[in-house]
């Protein structure tokens, strides 16, 4: 068995030194061969046990596993999805749509692997080239037909979907105003399209202004967005309860809010559609569809809407409170942390950016690790000049503070955690959920 973690390395094994942005395989060869390793693959050395010594130990694992499962892959559609926000929503309502159709999909995403209606822990959004194959395999064991992985820039950047080959690659958006590495970011989520197959099918949002990037002769691109793409889009109406838009000749109503999800929708739509499914079947299919847990999740308390999502940076943030306006009928109140030892000089930017578009702002605590918390919010408030805020340290009594607040047609904007569910203080996690705190706080 050919081992990537030296832990897990058991008599006979070969152990293969990877090496990666924190840590490198290569200081962790003596303790997989002391675990009983009969072989090692690296790029330098010489060791007790037979040595293969190779350019790149990544480029070797993702060659050694596209062979050892080239069989299997041909049973599976593999569809990637990519842009800087809107990734997850898209993949979880192609996996929605497909389950209830009866195509046995799989998917895996920032929330983890999702697999009959359950959803497992992974190590990160897009996993390791290990462990994605990991997840094929048990998604092809399970009779899925295809399975969605989220191709973030991290992830392409640090080559975890190398040697993959896409049926279906998706570009959402590209957001990328207080980025210094604009190129660099730009290009690693192009790498997706390099990926498709011979005539794979790019599904790409014509409404972003970077959207020809992704336009590659060699794939079959499709285009939505705009009125003169292959799938002009158009909102119709929008409340608390659902959006309504036109999708071509379709006439859709969506039962989840946000004018942003109609583009998300969209994209679901045309992948569904490339995999077999006529447009009548995908609308009936829509109307079992559920919001998807920290992305714009909404909960209705009395005549006011709570929306929690997973928003933490400043494109993300801006974007949420821009949606919200597009439906809000009452006043915005926005609730929002910083991360503790994480992007410090960013703090004071997305405190004035909640503030200035908020007609209140909440800050509190939000993983605040081995940071003060108090100091975390000093910093987020320091350049501010107005006074539409309060600070209220713990998050469970601001939640309960910012539902207290909420008046007829008010929005409370709950961000940053999203699908999280633990608060990291010092170095220990405790459990925590901003949805099951807004429970306890309305019941």
Do not use: W
């Amino acid at each position: 068995m050919l081992r990537v973690d030296s832990r897990k390395v058991e008599p006979g094994d070969t152990f293969l030194a990877l090496t990666g942005p924190y840590t490198d395989g290569h200081d962790y060869i003596n303790d997989a061969i002391d675990r009983g390793a009969a072989c090692i693959i690296a790029t330098h050395g010489e060791y007790s046990v037979k040595t293969i010594i190779t350019e790149d130990t990544r480029t070797y694992l993702s060659n050694y596993l596209k062979e050892l499962n080239l069989e299997k892959l041909e049973k599976i559609k593999l569809i990637g999805i990519t842009g800087t926000t809107g990734k997850t929503v898209t993949g979880d309502l192609i996996y929605q749509l497909l389950n209830t159709l009866n195509m046995k999909t799989a998917y895996i995403g920032t929330n983890g692997f999702y697999i009959d209606g359950k959803i497992q822990k992974t190590s990160s959004s897009t996993p390791d080239i290990y462990e994605i194959y990991e997840l094929i395999n048990q998604a092809i064991d399970n009779e899925c037909e295809n399975i969605i992985i989220e191709a973030s820039s991290k992830a392409m950047e640090q080559r975890h979907l190398e040697g993959l080959r896409f049926d279906i690659a998706i570009f959402t958006n590209f957001l990328a105003h207080q980025r210094k590495d604009k190129e660099n970011y730009l290009n690693t989520k192009i790498e997706l399209f390099k990926m498709l197959k011979k005539n794979g099918i790019a599904i790409i949002n014509k409404k972003d202004p970077y959207y020809e990037y992704f336009a590659l002769p060699q794939n079959t691109n499709i285009f939505y967005g705009t009125l003169d793409s292959d799938y002009p889009l158009r909102k119709i109406s929008s409340n608390y309860n659902y959006t309504e838009f036109s999708l071509g000749q379709n006439r859709i109503k969506m039962p989840l809010i946000g004018p942003y999800n109609m583009y998300n929708y969209a994209s679901a739509f045309i992948a569904v559609k490339t995999l077999g499914f006529d447009d009548e079947t995908i609308i009936s299919a829509t109307l079992s569809l559920h919001p998807i847990d920290g992305r714009f999740e909404s909960i209705k308390y009395k005549n006011s809407l709570i929306i929690i999502d997973y928003a933490y940076d400043i494109d993300t943030i801006n974007n949420v409170i821009k949606e919200a306006k597009k439906i809000a009928q009452g006043r915005i109140i926005t609730l929002i942390g910083c991360g503790g030892e994480r992007r410090q000089d960013k703090r004071p930017l997305i405190g004035k950016l909640v503030s200035e578009n908020s007609d209140m702002a909440i800050f509190t605590t939000d993983n605040p690790r081995h940071e003060n918390e108090e100091a975390i919010i000093n910093d987020m408030i320091k350049d501010l000049n107005n006074d539409n805020y309060q600070v209220i340290i713990s998050r469970k009594e601001a939640i309960k503070k910012g539902i207290s607040l909420l008046e007829n047609q008010d929005i409370l904007l709950i961000l940053g955690k999203g699908h999280e569910d633990s608060q990291i203080i010092g170095s220990d996690e405790f459990p925590f959920k901003d949805r099951d705190e807004v429970m306890k706080a309305i019941k």
